[in-house]
T-cell receptor, first 111, second 121 residues
Framework: RKEVEQDPGPFNVPEGATVAFNCTYS??????FFWYRQDCRKEPKLLMS???SGNEDGRFTAQLNRASQYISLLIRDSKLSDSATYLC????????????FGTGTKLQVIP | GAGVSQSPSNKVTEKGKDVELRCDPI?????LYWYRQSLGQGLEFLIY????????KSGLPSDRFSAERTGGSVSTLTIQRTQQEDSAVYLC???????????????????FGEGSRLTVL
């Protein structure tokens, strides 16, 4: 089983739609979780951290389910500019920084 | 600029040649990572440096790959006797380093360079 698994998509959604991605992780000792965004032929950039209590940043909501070992990203009112690949990121231990990226979920927002 | 700098941005080489890729991390960042991304694929972890600790080389795909980090700053990834399957974008990232137990003390965000695109003919 891969350390971090994501549905590669693509998810094709109309503008204004709500879309959600899940990401599962295999190491129950994982402590830190993030969503990164990668535009085509660009480097990944941090979108948001994922906290145990869940967190929201504008149209984006991230949640963590430790019991089922997955994190989710919800995007409301999708914009054309949201089209990108969304990468799930997991760190296993406090203080130990090996970072594992999922293969990413591709989102295409259609006019 | 204050970001992660990588060079060369593009490298075309012949099969069997050696290549060196350079990464200059953000000043003050103690952690440095190398990843590889093939076309349409995810990020493949290669190696991780943290301060003066022994690097985590568990992701290096073969003994043709090696990396060093001099003076805790600039890093060089070397690929010997390149093969066509080595063609990919090689991404370097840096971060502040080990975070404390509070998740808010240090987000641990990785800052990526723009990558070095390697093409092996």
């Amino acid at each position: 089983r891969k350390e971090v698994e994501q549905d590669p998509g693509p998810f094709n959604v109309p503008e204004g739609a709500t879309v959600a991605f899940n990401c599962t992780y295999s190491n129950s000792a994982s402590q830190s979780f993030f969503w990164y965004r990668q535009d085509c032929r660009k480097e990944p950039k941090l979108l948001m951290s994922v906290y145990s209590s869940g967190n929201e940043d504008g149209r984006f909501t991230a949640q963590l389910n430790r019991a089922s070992q997955y994190i989710s990203l919800l995007i409301r009112d999708s914009k054309l500019s949201d089209s990108a690949t969304y990468l799930c990121v997991v760190k296993p231990f406090w203080g130990y920084q090996k970072v594992t990226f999922g293969t990413g979920t591709k989102l295409q927002v259609i006019p | 600029g204050a970001g992660v700098s990588q060079s060369p941005s593009n490298k075309v080489t012949e099969k069997g040649k050696d290549v060196e890729l350079r990464c200059d991390p953000i000043s003050g960042h103690t952690a440095l990572y190398w990843y590889r991304q093939s076309l349409g694929q995810g990020l493949e972890f290669l190696i991780y440096f943290q301060g003066n600790s022994a690097p985590d080389k568990s992701g290096l795909p073969s003994d043709r790959f090696s990396a060093e980090r001099t003076g805790g700053s600039v890093s060089t990834l070397t690929i010997q006797r390149t093969q066509q399957e080595d063609s990919a974008v090689y991404l370097c990232a840096s971060s502040l380093g080990p975070e404390g137990r509070s998740p808010l003390a240090n987000t641990g965000e990785l800052f990526f360079g723009e990558g070095s695109r390697l093409t092996v003919l």
